[in-house]
């Protein structure tokens, strides 16, 4: 019969017969006998890798020269040999003291030659034998050993230990498929200890060296312990294997079931005519694609990704970020725009229905509505920076110009802002990503051309993550934010028919790059009459109907108002103002609800009832005409405010010193008016002996608060001039204005709030630099009838002007020239 015709089951038994001879040849090779000397002699079989245990059969591969002689000499004579386990399974030519002190009496079997040249036979081990010397090395080893008797019995310790390793034992072949179940069963009927050690770690997956080790232990209960160590170990890596399986094994199982549901539901949908979910899904995008009104790129990268989707597995982790990708790119209003209504009278009706004032504000945005009214197809639109103190109407005026125009409005805060990303979205590669707020903005206005308002411009930081102000420049930039650039998104997009407007506190603080690509416009803060205005415009109005008393007839008297703003606010907006009114309507409103009488008219001298003490003490003029003290007149962020110098000279060493936290500039306007002084002492009668022999003193009262700027120049020279000539200033002067080392008076900002803290003061007559008259259109007319404003050019007209004609007081002079015209 040809071989090639078997069938498995005979190519199985002839390999279980042909084992099976093979097996019975080993038992037939008798064990050597023991000399009276207790010793055999033996060839020796190295063994490299392999670890051969008494009792144990197993096949090994003989390759060496020297190991084929050795078997081939003990085969011929029938005896057995020695396995000695080589220390180092690399080496090819090992040597006496290369192998393990003990090693196994084992019988080997026939020989047959491999297809490589090498011999495999089946070895079966028989005794544990120690090495006691070597007879010879060539041409092949022989060694004389001692055999270890093991006992076969076992006292209740050695028992214990036996029992122990049969159930860990078990519980291994339970969990290792590699070991058969019958490994167990004769694991079972084994009473000698050693044998059952031997039998387990043979059965088991053991390291070399671990195998070495229980092969040098002679001692079977030390053999047993040791193993029991092992086979713990074992177990408890085998329970986790178990679980990791188990649990993978469970997945697997869902995700077949799973699949086998939903191609069950298909074909149930298919049979009702509904279709599959993801693709009736996929229907319907693609639907909304063609219908969306995308430009061609925005609609080929839709389409691509929507085919990208379709060849996915429906629960592949993609699926749901090109999902998201592809619903982004359909809500963004790539062409929906707004209709502008371009009707320069009514915007103008209803920025100043809103808001009262800001007539630059309101002016730059008539014009470019005029502007878009003579060329509608203008698509480049205006990118303005609103700056001012807080609480002047900036953010709320964004939202007027909106209505004005028929534009929709949306706002962000930029305020705090650290990472670029904020700004340009992060890339898709990262989980949960999303566009910037540009984009997503956008998404919430639904049309191309909102009014889009930028908060706190100012106030962007920069780290570790990126500088968003340099993302900004793109925004901003009427030149390329046609083509947006989005890191989510992966397109241009096209901001240029926005109409962005920002806001800002300082523009210290917003590079210079970001800066030029924005029209400033200026916010002051509202003097008195204007906050009288709106108080009664708006103010009043909303709180009397936020607090339910609007249908009380309510009314504020102007000084109720005024003592308000002047007494218990110090800003330069409303909100303060607002805040109070509505504390005073509050009041009201608790006295109508119980029933108690209340006034129908908040007069003067009912705010201090409702809103306590006084809370803020302004600056007030000097009651009489005082020597070394003048008005200066100054700007701050909450309105202008007028603020004494006071100069005192001493005796001393001829230093100027400058007190009241002073800024730079302001120290150096200081210095400049003492070198005029200086520079004129001749024609001002001042001795120059005083600037050597005496110091000069200048404060400026309040000193907790940092003051700073050149435009207290001439108040500081008029000061010190008094001081030094004795020369009273007049007590309803005020002035401001920068000095020269030539005593020409330059221009100043702040002119209008200074000029009306002025009034309020109750100052008579304003110095001012001649340059700045023009600065006083738009103050207002009481002010101007009431106030003797007096533009100067030089320093010599503010003399004439602030300082008496003749002294009051003895000039200071040092005491030292006091003492020498005395004895004269």
Known sequence: MNPNDWNDDEEEDNFNLALSQRTEELYRIPNREVGPDGLIEAVVLPLRDLVIFPRMVTPIFVGREGSLLAVQDAQRKEQTVIGLTQKDPELEHPGVDDFLPVGVEMAVGRLLQMPDGSYSALVQGRRRV?????????PYIKVRARVIVEPTAADRQTQAHMRTALDLFDRCVQLDRSIPEEAHLFALNISEPGWLSDMIATSLSLTYETKQTLLLMLDPRTRLQHLNTILAQEVDVLELEDEIHARVQNEVDRSQREFYLREQMKQIQNELGEGDIFTRDATELKTKIEAANLPEEPKAVAFKELERLNQMPPMAPEVSIIRTYIDWILDLPWTNSTADNLDVKNAAKILERDHYGLKKAKERILEYIAVRSLKPKKERQPILCFVGPPGVGKTSLGRSIAEALGRKFVRVSLGGVRDEAEIRGHRRTYIGALPGRILQTMKRAGSANPLFMLDEIDKLGSDFRGDPSSAMLEVLDPEQNNAFSDHYLEMPFDLSKV????????????????????????????????????????????????????????????????????????????????????????????????????????????????????????????????????????????????????????????????????????????????????????????????????????????GAI????????????????????????????????????????????????????????????????????????????????????????HMDDVLGIALAAHPVLEPPRPRRQVREDTEE
């Not at 000097?622 to 701050?636: H, P, R, Y």
């Not at 002025?758 to 101007?784: C, S, W, Y």
């Open 130 to 138: 120690e090495i006691v010397e070597f007879v010879k090395t060539q």
């Open 499 to 702: 109409m962005f407007v920002t806001t800002a506190n300082s523009l210290g603080t917003i590079p210079p790059a970001l800066l030029d690509r924005m029209e400033v416009i200026e916010f002051p803060g509202y003097i008195e009459e204007e906050k009288l205005e709106i108080a009664n415009r708006y103010l009043i109005p909303r709180q009397l109907e936020e607090n339910g008393i609007d249908e009380l007839g309510l009314s504020f008297e102007p000084d109720a108002i005024r003592r308000i703003v002047r007494e218990y606010t110090y800003e330069a907006g409303v909100r303060n103002l607002e805040r109070e009114i509505g504390r005073t309507c509050r009041k009201v409103a608790r006295l109508k609800a119980e029933g108690k009488k209340f006034p129908t008219a908040i007069l003067p001298d009912q705010i201090e009832k409702f809103l306590g003490p006084q809370q803020v003490f302004p600056p007030e003029a000097e009651a009489q005409d005082e020597v070394g003290v003048a008005t200066s007149l100054a700007w701050t962020e909450d309105g202008g405010v007028i603020m004494p110098v006071e100069v005192a000279v001493l005796e001393g060493k001829g230093s100027l010193q400058m007190t009241g936290q002073m800024g730079e500039v302001m120290q150096e306007s200081g210095q400049a008016a003492l070198t005029y002084i200086k520079s004129r002492a001749a024609a001002l009668n001042i001795d120059l002996d005083v600037f050597e022999r005496m110091d000069i003193h200048v404060h400026m009262p309040e």
């Open 706 to 793: 940092p003051k700073d700027g050149p435009s207290a120049g001439i108040t500081m020279a008029s000061a010190v001039i008094s001081a030094l000539t004795g020369r009273p200033i007049f007590k309803h002067v005020g002035m401001t204005g920068e000095i020269t080392l030539r005593g020409r008076v330059l221009p100043i900002g702040g002119v209008r709030e200074k000029v009306m803290a002025a009034h309020r003061a109750g100052l008579k007559t304003v110095i001012l630099p001649e340059k700045n008259m023009k600065d006083l259109v738009d103050l207002p007319k009481q002010a101007k009838a009431e106030l003797k404003i007096i533009p100067v050019k």
